[in-house]
C-alpha cells in the first residue's frame, strides 16, 4: 500500500474493486505485460500506470502536443502505436486479475522501482495470477555491466574518456 510501503497483494478479500477482460494470443495463451509503458506487444494483456500511457488516452492532445514541439518524435509515434486496451493501473494496488489467469506473466525494468520491502509480495502476485506451469520473465538492468562501463570511463578520465562519456558515466 502506498500509505505504509507495503505492496497490496490482490486477493478475494483485497481484490481491486475492478477487474479487466483477459485478451488471448492466436494460440490460445494469456500473456501479461506489467509496467509496459508504450511498448506492448499485440495480443498480450498490458498493465502501466505511466505518464505516457494516460497521455495516449488522448490522441488529438497528443497530436497538439506533437504539432507545437513539446512531444518527440519518438514519443508521438510510440504513443500511436500504443495498445488502446492497455490497462491503466497503479501496480502498488495489486495486480488487477484473477488467481491463475495467465499463462506468461512478463515485467522489464519494474521491479527495480519497487522498495525492497515490497518486491516479495510483488513475485507473489505475479505468482498467483500465473496458471500452473506459467511462466515467469523478470528482465532487471544488469549492474555488472553498468558498473564495468562506468569503471572504465573512471579510469580513463579526466583526458581520455570523451565529453560523452563524462555524462553517461
Not at 77 to 102: H, K, N, Y
Request: charged share 25%.
Amino acid at each position: 500500500r502506498p500509505d505504509t510501503g507495503e505492496y497490496l497483494m490482490a486477493s478475494k478479500d483485497t481484490a481491486p474493486e475492478r477487474t479487466f477482460k483477459v485478451k488471448r494470443v492466436p494460440d490460445g495463451r494469456a500473456m501479461l505485460n506489467l509496467g509496459s509503458s508504450a511498448r506492448v506487444a499485440p495480443g498480450w494483456n498490458n498493465v502501466d500506470f505511466s505518464w505516457l500511457v494516460r497521455l495516449g488516452r488522448h490522441r488529438h492532445l497528443c497530436s497538439a502536443l506533437h504539432g507545437v514541439g513539446l512531444l518527440n518524435a519518438q514519443r508521438y509515434q510510440r504513443i500511436q502505436a500504443m495498445d488502446p486496451d492497455t490497462v491503466l493501473w497503479d501496480l502498488s494496488r495489486g495486480i488487477p486479475f484473477e488467481d491463475r489467469t495467465f499463462d506468461v506473466c512478463y515485467h522489464s525494468h519494474v521491479l527495480e522501482h519497487l522498495d525492497r520491502e515490497q518486491a516479495p509480495g510483488f513475485l507473489a502476485d505475479c505468482v498467483r495470477v500465473l496458471r500452473p506451469g506459467g511462466i515467469l520473465r523478470v528482465v532487471v538492468p544488469d549492474l555488472e555491466g553498468l558498473a564495468r562501463d562506468y569503471l572504465d570511463v573512471m579510469a580513463r578520465l579526466p583526458g581520455r574518456a570523451t565529453m560523452d562519456e563524462h555524462t553517461t558515466a
